[in-house]
T-cell receptor, first 112, second 114 residues
Framework: GENVEQHPSTLSVQEGDSAVIKCTYS??????FPWYKQELGKGPQLIID?????GEKKDQRIAVTLNKTAKHFSLHITETQPEDSAVYFC???????????FGTGTSLTVIP | ETGVTQTPRHLVMGMTNKKSLKCEQH?????MYWYKQSAKKPLELMFV???????ENNSVPSRFSPECPNSSHLFLHLHTLQPEDSALYLC?????????????FGNGTRLTVT
């Protein structure tokens, strides 16, 4: 089955700096890659997603890039703010399959 | 009310107890899921329901018993649990169970088995 690896497990940045979280996947049939943000005491919330027919997608300060050849995708957060502090999860799924494969999460701390 | 609602938020139970977790989605989605979230581990899929029919049981022990009476409600019945079952249990829904529409999660039930 699919295996998703996520790095780093923890990340601290100064407010205003950029943060990058990287994930790799193993199954070339994976074609949908969502990113989730989980704040303390809450469930994961979708923040951005990308499909395999697109190389990059941006939504304000958040962007995701996908390299299908290398089987990796990354989350980029620019101009970080304290409210960006949370745990971020990447995931991959195969069209026609019925489950998502999640990374182990990255705990991001933005230092004011 | 919108989104995915889970009750209770916290549950402490002994190994001989029987309890149930409840999930309700107000998004008009067709698929519902139970996930287990443990520290330092990826989210573990437990069960998938599509239009009330169970389509996935990810080798979950029989002490966990799901029930989906309709496409808006999902239950997880618990009995004779073990301490290692302590975790955050997340319910989710999606429009399409075929893996290319996003999951919408509830805030989870924090379960402690004593």
């Amino acid at each position: 089955g699919e295996n998703v690896e996520q790095h780093p497990s923890t990340l601290s940045v100064q407010e205003g700096d950029s943060a990058v979280i990287k994930c790799t996947y193993s199954d070339s049939a994976s074609n949908y890659f969502p990113w989730y943000k989980q704040e303390l005491g809450k469930g994961p919330q979708l923040i951005i997603d990308i499909r395999s027919n697109v190389g990059e997608k941006k939504d304000q300060r958040i962007a995701v890039t996908l390299n299908k050849t290398a089987k990796h995708f990354s989350l980029h957060i620019t101009e970080t703010q304290p409210e960006d502090s949370a745990v971020y999860f990447c995931a991959a799924s195969i069209k026609g399959g019925n489950q998502f494969y999640f990374g182990t999460g990255t705990s991001l701390t933005v230092i004011p | 009310e919108t989104g995915v609602t889970q009750t209770p938020r916290h549950l402490v139970m002994g190994m001989t107890n029987k309890k149930s977790l409840k999930c309700e989605q107000h998004l008009g989605h067709n698929a519902m899921y139970w996930y287990k979230q443990s520290a330092k581990k990826p989210l573990e899929l437990m069960f998938v329901y599509n239009f009330k029919e169970q389509t996935e049981n990810n080798s979950v022990p029989s002490r966990f018993s799901p029930e989906c009476p309709n496409s808006s409600h999902l239950f997880l019945h618990l009995h004779t649990l073990q301490p290692e079952d302590s975790a955050l249990y997340l319910c989710a829904s999606s429009q399409d169970p075929r893996g290319d529409s996003p999951l919408h999660f509830g805030n989870g039930t924090r379960l402690t088995v004593t």
